[in-house]
């Protein structure tokens, strides 16, 4: 029978978390992801090369309900990770946590670096930590009571992920895994339960709501050749050996070296107490979905919400063990805190965000896009007026081209287009726009300029603290033309 849920102390500690979150939301600036995110929220569609179209939507409401500043567009990331941190003391609940082994994982969830990190800013993993935290909790609800009402419950909560991202398919397949290394299909043969027939038709029933939740996304990505799929393949090739030789050691130090051993203590009680051989399958689907995003070139934080999962089943017997409970816990979480608050939170002064920038490059790409869109502005004004009228501003990337949809209108800048991502699918420029072409280029970025005609540098981002970031000494490239008209040599500009 599950224990009491500790609803209050667990809301306290969401709220001061989303209370922390808001609080530093505007230190720095827009993440260059939130320009592009609140760029494509003005051209809603079922789907984009790169992603769903769930977190534009989220960008463009959190937008419009509490404005377009950075303040107004973290409210959003703030409210899911609150609602994170419930789900993952929910998750210690079914898996027999105490109220204090409740209250300790929510506490685990708000001190890790990587809730902090997502929470601080609109991303998809914003959203896929609660969606895959919740799948979690209706999966292990599943297999604790072995009742089939929550199989469509289980299906909405994935179609809903499915129009965020595609990493649950991986959570659900090493779960299936999980499961079948476990074999607890032998304990249910031997006891039948009541609803045990609409068990069997409740997976099927699972898979039609998600696939029907999810359908224009999937028909969206299929229509247009499976564009998800190309961007997966370019971001396993630029994680390359380095990459997945620091995978683990990246994992841990985003989800917070002081929490490790916790979820030790979670795999060692799920793989060994009898009492929780129903949930076995949740410790034997980490490392192998951490072999998975292994093999295939994903990102370290991606089996993440699952180890948060693991966390939350070592919290009651930590809680348990541990002399004067609070007294030597609480210091604990305040060192998590501490810790990933520096590492993943604008806490300190701009002009430190070098040293932390090394540890967290998400840190300095919220730095000085209004310095760029002035220097863009400069060199713009710089061509002959009757010139502009004719003139194109190209961009290499989605950053820079949401920085300068967001300021540039301030300057009198025109629509900056690119070939970058889903921005390829809102152009070309339209081919009497035949002038000069004023380029930004990423400084290690590929070479526009074989494109055009008498190209010459104008100007050189600079962001005014010295921090190395993807735009930092990039630079803007005036010439005369291009080679081609917009709508010929359009396909030549495709990035991913």
Known sequence: MLRPFALRPVALVAAVLAAVLVALSGRYGFHRDELYFLLAGRHPVWGYVDEPPLTPLLARAGAAVFGASPTGLRVVPALLSACSVVLTALLARELGASRGGQIFAAGCCACSGYVLAIGHLLSTSTFDLTAQLGVLLLTLRLLRTRDGRWW????????????????????????LVGLLMARPWRELARRPRPGSARLLLGPLLAVFLALLICAPTLWWQATHGWPELKVARVLSHVSGVSGRLLFLPLQLLQFSPVLV????????????DDELRWARPLALAYPVLCVLVLIGGGKPYYPLPLLLAVTAAGCEPVVRRARRSWRTLTPLLLLAAATSALAALPVLPVSAVAVTNAVDVDQGEQVGWPRFTRTVAAAWTAIPAASRVHAVLLTSNYGEAGALARYGPAYGLPTAYSGHMSLYDWGPPPDSDDGPVLLVEQANGHQLEQHFTNCRTV???DNGHG??????HAKVALCEGAHQRWSALWPSLREY
């Open 152 to 175: 469509p419950v289980l299906g909405v909560a994935v179609g809903v992920a499915l129009l965020n991202k595609q990493l649950v398919l991986s959570l659900l397949l090493t779960l």
């Open 261 to 272: 051993p916790i979820a030790i203590v979670g795999l060692r009680q799920l793989l060994r």
């Open 459 to 461: 100007a050189r981002i």
């Open 467 to 472: 921090i190395s970031n993807e735009e930092q």
